[in-house]
């Protein structure tokens, strides 16, 4: 599936001193992105929030991309419409898919308090956007006469109700306005706990036309929560559906935190199930940060160690701008950095995965490759010494050479090795570090 670019953090382009400048400032780094091997760009909320300087996720016009001049401005946080459509344009002319995040489960900044008849409750739900697009009073929320409820709330946001056939439409409408005439390729869902699946399958569904030939948008959803009910989440929005959505794998990045900052994580855990990228690995979007977790729950030490694991694994990886460009991991010039295990995903990370050794602080793993990728075996090593053992792999009286790797105090490059003709072969990595080898 390639490999996914978050392309912002939170507050960014105030912390980079691009203010309404962000669409500007990314497109600036297309070229350099696409070199390395990312295939798509996913971007923070587009539509004109409760503030012009808001990260979008209180949206107020679903319709103002930043040429309407209200809530502060005429521009978004991070630009206005013009650069984001060429922002987009430049992203396909290099190959780039483009994915919108879509908040759909509340709204904000509304102009008017109004009195809910169903409960005498009085809230902020009058909104009269300068678009014209999506005019919204109190029917389009909870409680509506539709549905009083649909089980989770975003602090003391309006919540929409999507069974009223007038939100329905135009969030309808609008997700096919974005595919079709701004040139979005797919979405991601925001808080998808708030609202149906049936929502999610609805617009999956979607059969966008352009450049008059239909396709199908890609898209993944925010499920903050367990395997249980994250697996539950993909059944009802992909139930029956052409197209199924993917799910960001939480639980997957929770065993990485402690992988990095736990001392004593046994790699054992790696290969148990109970994350997606083991269980629904054709629906994992497998990450290490994101703009939420980086605030709540960072993880502090060895990060490479975790995109690591997720650049050679099966699911879809998606790496953090911050971690990327501000936090310096891509280390463009050596082995030992994001940019190396880009690449060796793209040319090398394909086909099944088998476990070959699973222990406390010793794990190796194999993708057997597929099509024009190679496949390679994965070496992880959570000792303060060089470690490594003898394992099986699929390759017989074949040269394997390291890729990519990283020791947290000792770079030394791992050694090239044959299999002998019945596969077997030893295996190294330096100290709390990785190596990838494939095969030559």
């Known amino acids: 599936m390639g490999v996914m670019l978050q392309a912002f953090y939170w507050d960014c382009p105030r912390a980079e001193n691009c203010e309404h400048q962000w669409w500007t ?43 309407f001049d209200q809530k502060g ?33 509340h709204n904000s900044g509304a102009d008017a308090q109004e009195a809910n008849p169903i409960d005498g409750e009085s809230r902020w739900t009058k909104f009269s956007p300068k678009s014209d697009k999506f005019p919204r009073d ?25 069974r009223t056939p007038f939100v329905y439409t135009e969030l309808i409408n609008y997700a096919r306005w974005l595919l079709e005439e701004i040139g ?18 609805s617009i999956q569904e979607l059969r966008a036309l352009r450049d008059d030939s239909s396709f199908k948008p890609y898209a993944v959803g925010e499920c903050w929560d367990s395997e249980r009910t994250i697996s539950d989440w993909l059944d009802e929005a992909n139930a029956w559906s052409d197209n199924p959505v993917g799910a960001f794998d939480f639980p997957l990045r929770w065993r990485l935190r ?42 502090n030490n060895d990060k490479l160690l975790a ?5 050679t694994h099966e699911g879809y990886p998606c790496v953090f ?57 994965f070496v992880l090593n959570n000792r303060a010494t060089w470690n490594g053992t003898w394992v099986q792999t ?11 790797w990283r020791g947290r105090d000792d770079l030394g490059t791992p050694q090239q090795k044959w299999t002998n003709e019945s596969g077997w072969v030893e295996l190294w990595a330096a100290p709390r570090g990785y190596a990838v080898h494939v095969p030559a």
Request: proline fraction near 5%.
């Open 25 to 67: 400032f990314i497109k600036s780094r297309l070229p350099a992105i696409a070199q390395v091997g990312f295939t798509a760009l996913w971007l923070p909320p587009v539509n004109k929030a409760a503030s012009w300087k808001s990260m979008g996720y209180d949206p107020y016009d679903y319709s103002d991309l930043g040429d």
């Open 73 to 105: 401005g005429v521009p978004t946080w991070f630009g206005s419409k013009v650069e984001l459509l060429d922002l987009i344009e430049s992203a396909h002319a290099l190959g780039l898919q483009v994915y919108a995040d879509l908040v759909f489960n």
């Open 138 to 162: 109190w029917k389009c929320f909870h409680p509506s006469q539709y549905e009083t409820w649909d089980g989770a709330t975003f602090g003391d946001m309006p919540d929409l109700c999507h």
């Open 184 to 201: 979005f390729d797919g979405f991601r869902y925001d808080m998808v706990k708030g609202y149906g699946g049936w929502m999610v399958r």
């Open 258 to 299: 402690d992988l990095c900052d736990t001392y004593g994580f046994s790699l054992r855990s790696l290969a148990d199930r109970g994350v997606l990228m083991w269980d629904r690995p054709e629906a994992a979007v497998t990450f290490v940060e994101n703009h939420d977790v980086v605030r709540d729950s960072p993880i």
């Open 307 to 311: 995109y690591a694991v997720i650049l």
């Open 321 to 377: 701008w911050q971690d990327y460009f501000n936090w310096s991991l891509a280390q463009p010039d050596n082995q030992s950095g994001i940019d190396a295990l880009v690449k060796v995903h793209e040319q090398n990370a394909a086909g099944p995965t088998q476990v070959l050794f699973a222990g406390d602080d010793l794990y190796i793993m194999q993708r057997s490759g597929a099509g024009d990728q190679s496949g390679l075996v």
């Open 394 to 404: 699929r390759w017989n009286n074949t040269r394997l050479v390291p890729a990519a």
